[in-house]
């Protein structure tokens, strides 16, 4: 799992109830990512930032909001706006040198909606 | 848009033996392909990757892959699979030259290496 630290490792919220997720990299990479994993789809894209204090909606954006103040962390908030949240969830960090580009992932959250 | 397509849920295979697990993509434009593992509950591990040049890669823990632009496949192989091997393994793929870096991933192959 590199240098990427996802917290907590479990995570349950109740109804209504708005949850932050952890996501730091000690990696130095310029682009960070948030996937959503759920039995049988694979993983889908909910938001990415490729460069400080900007982010750009992924293919699953909606109930969801994220920040990138720091290039080392991009914290997700899973709001009461999603209506099914329960779900493993990856974050990932990539780097441009020698254009290369490839995402490495940190360890999951999984979040349960009670 | 871009897609994977990994048509196989699960491939079954002895130790020792060869294995093959397929993938399938659809782009415009050319390719960037990866292939990631997963062991329970835990975050991807990249395997390997193509970018451009010999249609062959080599990537982690014996592990390669064969690119075929006429066919669109990118499948993994592996000469001897270990029972170790046995994990959830994705293909994803990115297009080269445009903004968008995130990857679209497949649905994923569960691989069970029988002893």
């Known amino acids: 799992d590199g240098g990427i630290t996802q917290s907590p490792k479990y995570l349950f919220r109740k109804e209504g109830q708005n949850v932050t997720l952890s996501c730091e990299q000690n990696l130095n990479h310029d682009a960070m990512y948030w996937y959503r994993q759920d039995p049988g789809q694979g993983l889908r894209l909910i938001y990415y930032s490729q460069i400080v204090n900007d982010f750009q909606k992924g293919d699953i954006a909606e109930g969801y909001s994220v920040s990138r103040e720091k290039k080392e962390s991009f914290p997700l908030t899973v709001t009461s706006a999603q209506k099914n949240p329960t779900a493993f969830y990856l974050c990932?960090?990539?780097?441009?040198?020698?254009?290369?580009?490839?995402?490495?992932f940190g360890p999951g959250t999984r979040l349960t909606v009670l | 848009a871009q897609s994977v397509a990994q048509p196989e849920d699960q491939v079954n295979v002895a130790e020792g033996n060869p294995l093959t697990v397929k993938c399938t993509y659809s782009v415009s434009g050319n390719p960037y392909l990866f292939w990631y593992v997963q062991y329970p509950n835990r975050g991807l591990q990249f395997l390997l990757k193509y970018i451009t040049g010999d249609n062959l890669v080599k990537g982690s823990y014996g592990f390669e892959a064969e690119f075929n632009k006429s066919q669109t496949s990118f499948h993994l192989k592996k000469p001897s699979a270990l029972v170790s091997d046995s994990a959830l393994y994705f293909c994803a793929v990115r297009v080269m030259d445009t903004g968008r870096r995130a990857l679209t991933f497949g649905s994923g192959t569960r691989l069970q290496v029988q002893p």
């Open positions: 990932a960090s990539s780097d441009r040198t020698g254009g290369l580009d490839t995402q490495y």
